[in-house]
């Protein structure tokens, strides 16, 4: 079982920075591929970016790629999204979440293979 927590999300105005964490309980984060999610207003859950379980492999959507870049931690059992040049368009809940039962390197960017989300942070971002 894990639990995961994200933190980090706010009002920021166009062109802002943001960072988000994911913070994850158990011992066992190390056997997780990792992602975030995102969904917008009125918006079906959007892919933003994993993580293999190394963190050698990462992926992102084309629309945060230059933009955001994705981390992870494992000895702090912890994952990050850093965000830049932030835009009216990123404006959405942001949610973290985990899938075991993965190689170290694979990654995956399909919402219905995960196991385990977190319970959203929202980010506004005002133009």
């Known amino acids: 079982q894990v639990q995961l927590v994200e933190s980090g999300g706010g009002l920021v105005q166009a062109g802002d920075s943001l960072r988000l964490s994911c913070a994850s309980s158990?011992?066992?984060?190390?056997?997780?591929?990792m992602a975030w999610f995102r969904r917008a207003p009125g918006k079906d859950l959007q892919f933003v970016a994993a993580?293999?379980?190394?963190?050698?492999?990462?992926k992102y959507a084309d629309s945060v790629k230059g933009r955001f870049t994705i981390s992870r931690d494992n000895r702090r059992n912890s994952m990050s999204l850093q965000m830049k040049s932030l835009t009216p368009e990123d404006t959405a809940e942001y949610y973290c979440?985990?899938?075991?039962?993965?190689?170290?390197?694979?990654?995956?960017?399909?919402?219905?293979?995960?196991?385990?989300w977190g319970q959203g942070t929202v980010v506004t971002v005002s133009s």
């Open positions: 979440a985990a899938k075991g039962g993965i190689t170290m390197f694979t990654i995956i960017a399909d919402a219905g293979s995960y196991d385990y």
């Open positions: 158990g011992r066992t984060f190390s056997m997780y591929g």
């Open positions: 993580v293999s379980r190394g963190g050698k492999n990462i």
